[in-house]
T-cell receptor, first 115, second 113 residues
Framework: KAGVTQTPRYLIKTRGQQVTLSCSPI?????VSWYQQTPGQGLQFLFE???????NKGNFPGRFSGRQFSNSRSEMNVSTLELGDSALYLC??????????????FGPGTRLTVL | AQSVTQLDSQVPVFEEAPVELRCNYS??????LFWYVQYPNQGLQLLLK??????LVESINGFEAEFNKSQTSFHLRKPSVHISDTAEYFC???????????FGAGTQVVVTP
């Protein structure tokens, strides 16, 4: 099975612009979670989507949004970019069902640099 | 709310020496516990996990971790490290089956010959 893929791997934007990052989960996985990784704040949970619905959300401003498509692929969008949005954005996929724990598999990340 | 504390930000260790990475957590509910490893310019790889059952869990590459409920700890150990173990290690806590994880700040392990 192919792993979690994220595109693009690297991205450079300027302040005020918006950006869209894409995540394709492992085949059969219905849940996609997004995390932001920065040297100062570490790894922080952004949100999780399951069957096209946001099921869980972290403490990020409304500039950060996401969506999930019927094929489980997910995108996250950041509008009005700030310098502090520079980070590695990781997505993780899992089967997503309730009950027993669903192991998450992480993609390689998208490195966003805001100038 | 839960929190995860990794007590060491960096651990230098010589090749073939043992290493222990410390992780403590706080939570008002039952938790799932994980150790992830991150190599430079890569995503996170699951090293091992505690979901329930035996409190000692092992990975295929020689790492082990022990869940201690009374001390709310999940320390990671390896009896003999290799150069290839140089990486950043993250302890994480989950409280539901849906996958939201709370991560520690990470411990950078640097293995030297």
């Amino acid at each position: 099975k192919a792993g979690v893929t994220q595109t693009p791997r690297y991205l450079i934007k300027t302040r005020g612009q918006q950006v869209t990052l894409s995540c394709s989960p492992i085949s059969g996985h219905r849940s996609v979670s997004w995390y932001q990784q920065t040297p100062g704040q570490g790894l922080q949970f952004l949100f999780e989507y399951f069957s096209e619905t946001q099921r869980n959300k972290g403490n990020f401003p409304g500039r950060f949004s996401g969506r999930q498509f019927s094929n489980s692929r997910s995108e996250m969008n950041v509008s009005t970019l700030e310098l502090g949005d520079s980070a590695l954005y990781l997505c993780a996929s899992s089967l997503g069902g309730s009950g027993s724990y669903n192991e998450q598999f992480f993609g390689p990340g998208t490195r966003l640099t805001v100038l | 709310a839960q929190s995860v504390t990794q007590l060491d930000s960096q651990v230098p260790v010589f090749e073939e020496a043992p290493v222990e990475l410390r992780c403590n957590y706080s939570s008002s509910v039952s938790v799932y516990l994980f150790w992830y490893v991150q190599y430079p310019n890569q995503g996170l790889q699951l090293l091992l996990k505690y979901l329930s059952g035996s409190t000692l869990v092992e990975s295929i590459n020689g790492f082990e971790a022990e869940f201690n409920k009374s001390q709310t700890s999940f320390h990671l150990r390896k009896p003999s490290v290799h150069i290839s173990d140089t990486a950043e290690y993250f302890c994480a806590v989950g409280t539901d089956s849906w996958g939201k994880l709370q991560f520690g700040a990470g411990t950078q392990v640097v293995v030297t010959p």
